[in-house]
């Protein structure tokens, strides 16, 4: 027998033991990472009962890859352009949450006299809620349509790409070992410019060159792709100093933005669930037992912090947002634990070998209990808030609830505020794409050039021409592309002193545009060349061919536009609060009185399906309108009185928490139907013979179909076969008759007819 290797033996015993585990934590009703992790526990050299793992070193490569798997599908589930639906609200709260909870995680991991990168860990460990448990707990104490529960997500999202940034800027510190602000402002300003960059070229190339190999890709190809694609963009981000976690985040936010990311994210599920569970297995194995007693008392203080801090944090931000005194109550409750980021913190903290070992323990620990505490401090937030009432003088209840008022009252941004915003984003993009052409050309096209080539003229030309020519569409968009919203033409024939600062901008821009130009010429050519012959000509181009150059880079932006929204336009059933409201103001004004839409869908047996709006008197009776209907492709905007409700209809309904909660047992009533027993139909025979009072009758004269809930399907006539006769037909002696119905009845009429 060939010789085993100690990998394979290791993984089916990690595999085994799991779910076994998994198995028993899903049928108490706990997270499955809990189980994962104590299947971890049991199969590592720490718990001597069970056999252990040998090769670590493998299980480790293994869970590197679970963790950039991990990322991968959660940059699927991400999408940019949810970011920028999550609202002002959610980024606020978020924000507000994880600025408080990652210092007072720094300082209490000071406190119990831990080493400056231990706390720092903490503090990044702590900055992220469970999504998981969160939308467990959402769906067993049937909140989830509650409107504090959206502005929950929306926290869950920001953080999600907050907590990506700190585990660039958490590895950056542990390996360079400063803290610098200058040296940690560079340090976000480099991500932040290469997640830029990497999004434009990425939706650019990305969904094109999807569409043009759909009709040669299956699911299988489609699978080595997207892994192709996300272990590529962890090449490329690991090259460029940052994390392998990031690269493969990115790649899934880009690719969650093109049409087929429903089908890689249902394609790597499996792989995911694998790599993921082995992942989380190798967590549980760098438990200590005794580590657990050891650090008992650092587990409930950083227990206690994360129940108190995330509340007192979350609270405050959703206060500061806008959210009434309840909401914000609510949505502190709910984001009161930590969950699968902690562990991915930690790993990367130990994998660059600055953090101490004990810190497993304790994020395994913390999560465990914040796991149970979190349905009850959900179910607890209501008479949490009303005690909070009770106490409170009322003139800071009355205070809080005016302020919040008066922020959902603030109007939409004026024109000044749009042209400048449109204005930032024209200097933003095309800035970070230049500087990206001349890395591009710097780091790796012109050296190559330079290595292959030996004619100097030729090197001159293309080192000249090459970087100038690329950059000059988006350098001709940087010095004189107008925004695309009419506010520039508004501001300017609304009143004269308008003119002057409009003026000073695209002056400014003109400057800002030959500055550019001088830095890739010093770069590329000698000052004599620049000022003599490479200025004069790229200002010629621009003035010469500006229509052209317009043209074109029109098309490169409509091509990005396009590939931004196939995704959305695919989508037949999009948003229903952005299909409604079609811009925030109507959200915020709604949000003013604690209003909120939900959309729910018609059970095909509801009581009220074909009965028209005004019967049904909803509004009338309990205080609730009806925004919209969704009826497959089709969208009517708030319908009218006469219209009716349909099977699986999409409902868009406008009303608060209270009232929804006394409405809703009205839309999911139903008529229960009749319980049958598939094994009660039959197909049957019954025998026409001469006695038969159903002979020479037609077979709906004959009432054979009401007699056996059935339908006759064939009739046999000596060697003629009539297949689903006619109801005409008439019956004759001898005649065999087939009929599909219920079985005791057919039983019962063949003795009788």
Same mark, same amino acid.
């Given at each position: ?40 526990? +049991?199969?590592? /050299? ?41 609202? =002002? ?36 460990? +702590? ?41 660039? #800027? ?70 460029? =100093? ?137 179910? +607890?937030?209501? /008479? ?9 003088? @009322? ?24 042209? +400048?915003?449109?204005?930032?984003? !024209? ?93 890739? #010429? ?5 000052? @004599?060349?620049? !000022? ?40 037949? @059933? ?15 004004? #709604? ?8 959309? #729910? ?63 809703? /047992? ?26 038969? /009072? ?60």
């Amino acid at each position: 027998m060939g010789h085993l290797p100690k990998l394979i033996e290791d993984l089916a015993l990690i595999l085994i033991v799991a779910a076994f585990v998994v198995l028993i934590f899903r049928k108490i009703k706990q997270p499955l990472v809990l189980g994962y992790i104590i299947a971890g526990f +049991l199969v590592s /050299p720490n718990f001597k009962i069970f056999p252990s793992v040998v090769d670590n070193e493998n299980i480790k490569t293994l869970a590197e890859i679970g963790v950039i798997f991990l990322l991968f599908s959660l940059g699927l589930e991400f999408s940019f352009k949810k970011l920028l639906n999550v609202g =002002g609200s959610a980024s606020i709260t978020a924000f507000v949450e994880i600025i408080f909870i990652t210092i007072a995680g720094y300082f209490t991991g000071k406190m119990l006299g831990w080493s400056t990168m231990d706390s720092m860990f903490l503090g990044g460990m +702590l900055a992220s809620s469970s999504t998981t448990i969160i939308i467990r707990a959402f769906d067993e104490l049937g909140v989830k349509t509650k409107n504090f529960a959206k502005t929950v997500f929306g926290v869950l999202v920001v953080e999600d790409i907050v907590v990506i940034l700190l585990m660039v #800027l958490l590895s950056t510190i542990a390996v360079t070992k400063e803290f610098e602000g200058t040296q940690i402002l560079f340090t976000v300003a480099k991500l932040l410019f290469f997640l830029i960059l990497w999004f434009l070229l990425g939706i650019f190339l990305l969904p094109t060159f999807l569409k043009k190999i759909k009709d040669l890709i299956d699911e299988e190809i489609l699978m080595i792709l997207s892994i192709g694609l996300c272990l590529g963009m962890v090449l490329i981000a690991t090259s460029v =100093g940052f994390s392998a976690e990031l690269g493969a985040f990115v790649m899934g936010s880009i690719i969650a933005e093109t049409t087929v990311a429903e089908k890689i994210e249902h394609t790597l599920k499996s792989v995911k669930d694998l790599f993921g569970a082995v992942f989380f297995v190798s967590v549980g194995m760098m438990i200590n037992y005794n580590d657990m007693i050891v650090y008992a008392i650092p587990i409930l203080a950083v227990t206690f912090l994360t129940l108190f801090g995330k509340l007192f944090s979350s609270t405050l931000g959703a206060l500061l947002s806008g959210q009434p005194l309840k909401q914000s109550v609510q949505v502190g409750m709910s984001m009161a634990q930590i969950g699968e980021f902690a562990f991915i913190v930690a790993t990367l903290g130990l994998s660059l070998g600055v953090i101490s070992d004990f810190l497993f323990p304790v994020a395994v620990g913390v999560s465990a209990i914040t796991t149970f505490t979190t349905p009850y401090m959900i179910k +607890l937030s209501e /008479p949490f808030y009303n005690w909070i009432v009770k106490v409170t003088p @009322q003139k800071y209840i009355d205070r809080i609830n005016k302020y919040s008022s008066n922020t959902q009252s603030i109007q939409v941004e004026n024109s000044w505020q749009v042209l +400048l915003k449109n204005y930032a984003r !024209i200097i933003l993009v095309n800035g970070i794409i230049i500087i990206g052409i001349y890395l591009l050309c710097s780091k790796f096209i012109i050296p190559n050039i330079n290595e292959h080539l030996d004619n100097n003229d030729i090197k001159n030309i293309i080192g000249i021409a090459l970087p100038i020519l690329s950059a000059l569409p988006f350098l001709w968009a940087l010095m004189m592309k107008r925004p695309s919203s009419g506010a520039y033409g508004e501001l300017w024939q609304k009143a004269k002193y308008n003119r002057g600062p409009l003026l000073i901008i695209e002056i400014f821009r003109i400057i800002l545009g030959i500055l550019t130009l001088g830095f890739f #010429l010093d770069r590329f050519a000698s000052t @004599q060349i620049s !000022i003599f012959i490479t200025i004069p000509v790229a200002v010629i181009i621009l003035v010469l061919f500006n229509k052209r150059i317009n043209r074109f880079y029109n098309r490169i932006e409509k091509r990005f536009i396009r590939n931004l929204n196939d995704r959305s336009e695919q989508n037949v @059933q999009p948003d229903a609060v952005t299909k409604l409201a079609g811009n925030s103001e109507i959200k915020s004004s #709604l949000a003013a009185w604690d209003v909120h839409i939900l959309e #729910l869908e018609v059970n095909p047996l509801a009581d009220y399906i074909g009965k028209k709006l005004i019967d049904l008197q909803w509004r009338e009776k309990y205080n609730v309108n009806i925004g919209y209907i969704k009826r497959g492709d089709k969208l009517i905007h708030t319908p009218d009185r006469h219209q009716v409700l349909m099977p699986h209809d999409k409902v868009g309904i406008i009303t608060t928490d209270d009232e929804f909660q006394i409405f809703k /047992p009205v839309f999911d009533s139903f008529e229960k139907p009749e319980e049958t027993n598939v094994n009660e139909v039959k197909l049957g025979k019954i025998l026409i013979n001469r006695h038969s /009072p159903a002979k020479n009758l037609t077979i709906r004269q004959s009432g054979i179909r009401d007699k056996t809930d059935g339908l006759v399907v064939a009739i046999r006539r000596g060697e003629e076969r009539i297949l689903n006769p006619e109801s005409t037909e008439i019956l004759r002696e001898d005649d065999i008759v087939f009929v599909v119905g219920n079985k005791k009845k057919i039983e019962k009429l063949n003795v009788e007819i």
